[in-house]
């Protein structure tokens, strides 16, 4: 296949979107780890059943259906709003259609809350603000039985036959949940949007860590890169390279992998290939699920497979025409809404906030990139050079120009930031809040009702 066809596909996919005036509109996902409380595995006929009481009680229309006839997406067409499960029915996710106000999403979010917490309540079952289940060990830890979540959890367990270097957690996807946010960017402004943020890692990493697992304050990072995902580096994490135009976000694009597309309604998945070689390829060798066992299958590749192009960066340039900001994990349900405010602040101040990251002399001075002062900042650690008060001063200058730019947009939203405030006086997060008070004595139990508080 032609590279210019690879990249004028990949230009009219993800480039043409962001050619028009971008709006104010923010995209909020959140993703819940739903826990029975009694110690014992989530019982997926509860979940059934309050599926199919939101979708009643709020009028949904059933968009997708699993291969038993469950529902694991829920749509509400005059406003776009979805109730939906992630990868398993142990993650509740809620996500929400073209909205301008966070306060109008905060709204509709404590609405359906409620009603899912009062469901869930009698079955003593709760949904919990946390990145991690907190009692993944007592889960059924199997994917939705489907296509797409069949494939994604044979192609993670698959992990086995490449080299060495991978975690041993090829279910994560069935335990992590996280807070996303997707905003507008114009094709002009997202060299500096991207390289801007990816700086921001760090700081964010202090404050919005909350996925504890095996000694990391945010686990996430460390689930995806070491997992099958992570075997193309372009793939997952940061940006290892400044973009500077059009053309370079093109060339990023085109060196990420694919391991997956559908041919006649079945998913196939192979060895993740590059784009450019994927489509160079006469033929690719992979495997679909054909009812009964996996079965291989060689097929030749198209430039609609482009369609099934999936990345997880930190900052991820979507077909929307958004950037959708991936790194930060589930929070405490009370302050849910930090993580939008905090983004959509900012994306507006981004040559600001540059700037002031540019002319930092607290976390860069030594020659630590933001990926590798996160990896310690995940860990709950802080590099002997680094003067915590002179830390919070910078991540107070940050979250003030994150309050002016919401000030900027005129809805009213600030108020959503204070708790960040607060976790920057004590420089914790809430997985940091969370390891001390298990490591004194207080009981996790404490902390799943604690972070479920509306």
């Given at each position: 296949m032609d590279r210019n066809e690879i990249r004028k596909a990949i230009y009219q996919k993800y480039i043409v979107p962001t050619q028009?005036?971008?709006?104010?509109?923010?995209?909020?996902?959140?993703?819940?780890?739903?826990?029975?409380?009694?110690?014992?595995?989530?019982?997926?006929?509860?979940?059934?059943?309050?599926?199919?009481?939101?979708?009643?009680?709020?009028?949904?229309?059933?968009t997708m259906l699993d291969d038993e006839g469950n529902i694991y997406s829920a749509l509400k067409s005059e406003n776009g709003d979805?109730?939906?499960?992630?990868?398993?029915?142990?993650?509740?996710?809620l996500s929400f259609g073209k909205i301008s106000d966070l306060n109008e999403i905060y709204t509709r979010f404590k609405e359906y809350y409620a009603f899912i917490q009062g469901f869930l309540t009698p079955y003593n079952h709760t949904l919990t603000?946390?990145?991690?289940?907190?009692?993944?060990?007592?889960?059924?830890?199997?994917?939705?039985p489907n296509e797409r979540y069949r494939m994604l959890f044979h192609h993670l367990s698959s992990y086995k036959k490449y080299s060495e270097g991978f975690h041993q957690y090829p279910e994560f996807g069935l335990f992590s949940a996280a807070n996303q946010v997707q905003l507008d960017v114009e094709e002009k402004n997202i060299p500096n949007v991207i390289n801007t943020f990816n700086k921001l890692e760090a700081i964010k990493s202090i404050i919005f860590a909350n996925s504890p697992l095996d000694g990391m304050l945010c686990s996430r990072d460390f689930l995806w890169k070491k997992s099958l995902h992570g075997l193309n580096p372009r793939n997952v994490d940061g940006y290892d390279l400044e973009l500077t135009d059009t053309e370079s976000i093109i060339s990023y694009i085109e060196g990420m992998s694919l391991y997956c597309i559908m041919r006649d309604g079945k998913y196939i998945n192979f060895t993740p290939t590059p784009l450019d070689k994927y489509f160079e390829s006469e033929s690719i060798t992979g495997e679909f699920w054909n009812g009964c066992e996996y079965e291989s299958i060689t097929f030749k590749p198209n430039i609609e497979d482009l369609e099934y192009l999936r990345s997880f960066k930190f900052e991820d340039l979507t077909f929307r025409g958004t950037v959708e900001f991936r790194s930060?994990?589930?929070?405490?349900?009370?302050?849910?809404?930090?993580?939008?405010?905090?983004?959509?602040?900012?994306?507006?101040?981004?040559?600001?906030?540059?700037?002031?990251?540019?002319?930092?002399?607290?976390?860069?001075?030594?020659?630590?990139?933001?990926?590798?002062?996160?990896?310690?900042?995940?860990?709950?650690?802080?590099?002997?050079?680094?003067?915590?008060?002179?830390?919070?001063?910078?991540?107070?200058?940050?979250?003030?120009?994150?309050?002016?730019?919401?000030?900027?947009?005129?809805?009213?939203?600030?108020?959503?930031?204070?708790?960040?405030?607060?976790?920057?006086?004590?420089?914790?997060?809430?997985?940091?809040?969370?390891?001390d008070g298990v490591c004194s004595g207080v009981p996790i139990e404490y902390y799943i009702k604690e972070y479920a508080k509306l």
């Open positions: 028009r005036k971008p709006n104010d509109f923010v995209g909020a996902e959140f993703e819940l780890p739903i826990v029975n409380l009694n110690k014992k595995a989530v019982d997926f006929e509860v979940i059934h059943s309050l599926a199919e009481a939101f979708v009643e009680h709020f009028d949904f229309d059933k979805d109730l939906s499960f992630d990868c398993s029915y142990n993650t509740l996710e603000g946390m990145g991690i289940n907190p009692y993944r060990e007592y889960n059924n830890n199997t994917p939705i930060v994990c589930t929070q405490p349900v009370s302050e849910i809404m930090t993580s939008p405010a905090f983004h959509a602040g900012l994306v507006n101040k981004v040559d600001e906030l540059k700037q002031i990251l540019d002319n930092d002399n607290v976390i860069f001075i030594k020659g630590l990139n933001s990926e590798e002062l996160r990896e310690q900042f995940n860990r709950g650690v802080f590099p002997d050079f680094i003067d915590e008060e002179k830390l919070k001063t910078l991540i107070y200058q940050i979250l003030d120009l994150a309050a002016n730019g919401l000030k900027d947009r005129g809805y009213n939203e600030e108020h959503f930031l204070v708790p960040l405030y607060h976790r920057t006086n004590h420089l914790f997060s809430p997985a940091k809040q969370l390891a």
